[in-house]
């Protein structure tokens, strides 16, 4: 391993010291971080979707900003606005929370569309427009938002075009007996304020040397064949399979392509090998498609969901 790869590894397992029983969500929020991308995050309340979060952030030596959304938030107040100075007889832009290197979205679908669109273009463009000026993001920027599934009173549904915007869409499980009893034991811990092995964060240098390197990873002429094919099959499907025909509305888009491309380097660069296998395709594709898949009314209708869609295209669609 090289020296980044063990400073990455390393923190690695911090977390899932400190994010117990969630060891999926921990990689996969670390490869959304070196693929330079965005992360929603879903799970009923107390799986600890924020705590990793804030968790990750304690671990760089980078700004971190929570916006807690709501339905009276207003885009300027994510973006900033510009306020009149009286002193200067002129208007100075005051930067809104965006302007960090790590964004917490707290309930991102608890504010309306309008507001959850003020994230769109710092998402895409990593920078701010407000009134007629552009302002640029920190190199390292990256918005991870998180959702609660299981309410629909005074929430709002992110539109499409947003979701896209999104490298990964991370859905998190209930914890197992044996993992709960970890969890206890570590809150009784932190209640009775017993120290921790410290953790030394990683700079801003580190965070983008790591990902020049994983960009080394070779992925094979087979691999590349079968990663598009993965994604020409969502658009599709009834080619591989006539049980599929009908069954969606939309595909995915190039965007899912190139992010299957990174993050399968990424999980293969974090398991210690410098090549992409099946394996590490298949390891973040259900992340990756989830949210990029429309299916029909008649799809839904039945109960189908967009993971079972990809479940049967992983099934048909042939290896190399």
């Given at each position: 391993?090289s020296?980044?790869?063990?400073?990455?590894?390393?923190?690695?397992?911090?977390?899932?010291?400190?994010?117990?029983?969630?060891?999926?969500?921990?990689?996969?929020?670390?490869?959304?971080?070196?693929?330079?991308?965005?992360?929603?995050l879903?799970?009923?309340?107390?799986?600890?979707?924020?705590?990793?979060?804030?968790?990750?952030?304690?671990?760089?030596?980078?700004?971190?900003?929570?916006?807690?959304?709501?339905?009276?938030?207003?885009?300027?107040?994510?973006?900033?606005?510009?306020?009149?100075?009286?002193?200067?007889?002129?208007?100075?832009?005051?930067?809104?929370?965006?302007?960090?290197?790590?964004?917490?979205?707290?309930?991102?679908?608890?504010?309306?569309?309008?507001?959850?669109?003020?994230?769109?273009?710092?998402m895409?463009?990593?920078?701010?427009?407000?009134?007629?000026?552009?302002?640029?993001?920190?190199?390292?920027?990256?918005?991870?938002?998180?959702?609660?599934?299981?309410?629909?009173?005074?929430?709002?549904?992110?539109?499409e075009?947003?979701?896209?915007?999104?490298?990964?869409?991370?859905?998190?499980?209930?914890?197992?007996?044996?993992?709960?009893?970890?969890?206890?034991?570590?809150?009784?811990g932190?209640?009775?304020?017993?120290?921790?092995a410290?953790?030394?964060?990683?700079?801003?240098?580190?965070?983008?040397?790591?990902?020049?390197?994983?960009?080394?990873?070779?992925?094979?002429?087979?691999?590349e064949?079968?990663?598009?094919?993965?994604?020409?099959?969502?658009?599709?499907?009834?080619?591989?399979?006539?049980?599929?025909?009908?069954?969606?509305l939309?595909?995915?888009?190039?965007r899912?392509?190139?992010?299957?491309?990174?993050?399968?380097?990424?999980?293969?660069?974090?398991?210690?090998?410098?090549?992409?296998?099946?394996?590490?395709?298949?390891?973040?594709?259900?992340?990756?498609?989830?949210?990029?898949?429309?299916?029909?009314?008649?799809?839904?209708?039945?109960?189908?969901?967009?993971?079972?869609?990809?479940?049967?295209?992983?099934?048909?669609?042939?290896?190399?």
């Amino acid at each position: 391993m090289s020296e980044i790869q063990n400073k990455i590894t390393t923190l690695k397992n911090y977390l899932e010291t400190q994010i117990i029983g969630q060891e999926e969500l921990v990689k996969k929020l670390l490869i959304t971080l070196l693929a330079d991308g965005h992360a929603l995050l879903e799970g009923a309340p107390g799986l600890a979707k924020t705590k990793a979060i804030k968790t990750l952030a304690t671990c760089i030596e980078a700004q971190f900003n929570r916006i807690q959304f709501t339905p009276d938030l207003l885009p300027s107040d994510i973006t900033g606005s510009e306020i009149y100075v009286a002193q200067k007889g002129e208007f100075t832009f005051r930067q809104g929370p965006v302007f960090a290197n790590l964004v917490l979205a707290d309930e991102i679908n608890r504010a309306p569309a309008k507001v959850q669109s003020a994230l769109l273009e710092a998402m895409a463009e990593r920078q701010v427009s407000v009134g007629g000026k552009r302002y640029s993001l920190p190199q390292l920027f990256m918005v991870l938002a998180t959702q609660n599934p299981i309410e629909h009173e005074g929430t709002y549904n992110l539109p499409e075009a947003q979701l896209d915007r999104f490298l990964m869409y991370i859905k998190i499980d209930q914890p197992e007996a044996e993992t709960e009893h970890k969890i206890l034991k570590l809150v009784r811990g932190e209640d009775r304020h017993e120290a921790t092995a410290p953790f030394a964060p990683l700079s801003i240098d580190d965070i983008l040397a790591a990902r020049r390197e994983v960009q080394t990873i070779h992925m094979s002429d087979a691999m590349e064949e079968y990663m598009v094919q993965l994604v020409i099959a969502t658009r599709h499907p009834d080619r591989y399979s006539q049980e599929l025909a009908g069954k969606v509305l939309f595909g995915a888009s190039p965007r899912a392509t190139i992010a299957l491309d990174k993050c399968s380097k990424i999980h293969a660069w974090l398991s210690g090998r410098d090549f992409v296998t099946p394996e590490d395709i298949h390891a973040v594709v259900f992340d990756i498609l989830r949210h990029r898949i429309i299916l029909t009314f008649e799809a839904q209708a039945e109960g189908l969901a967009a993971d079972s869609i990809i479940e049967n295209l992983l099934r048909i669609v042939p290896l190399p």
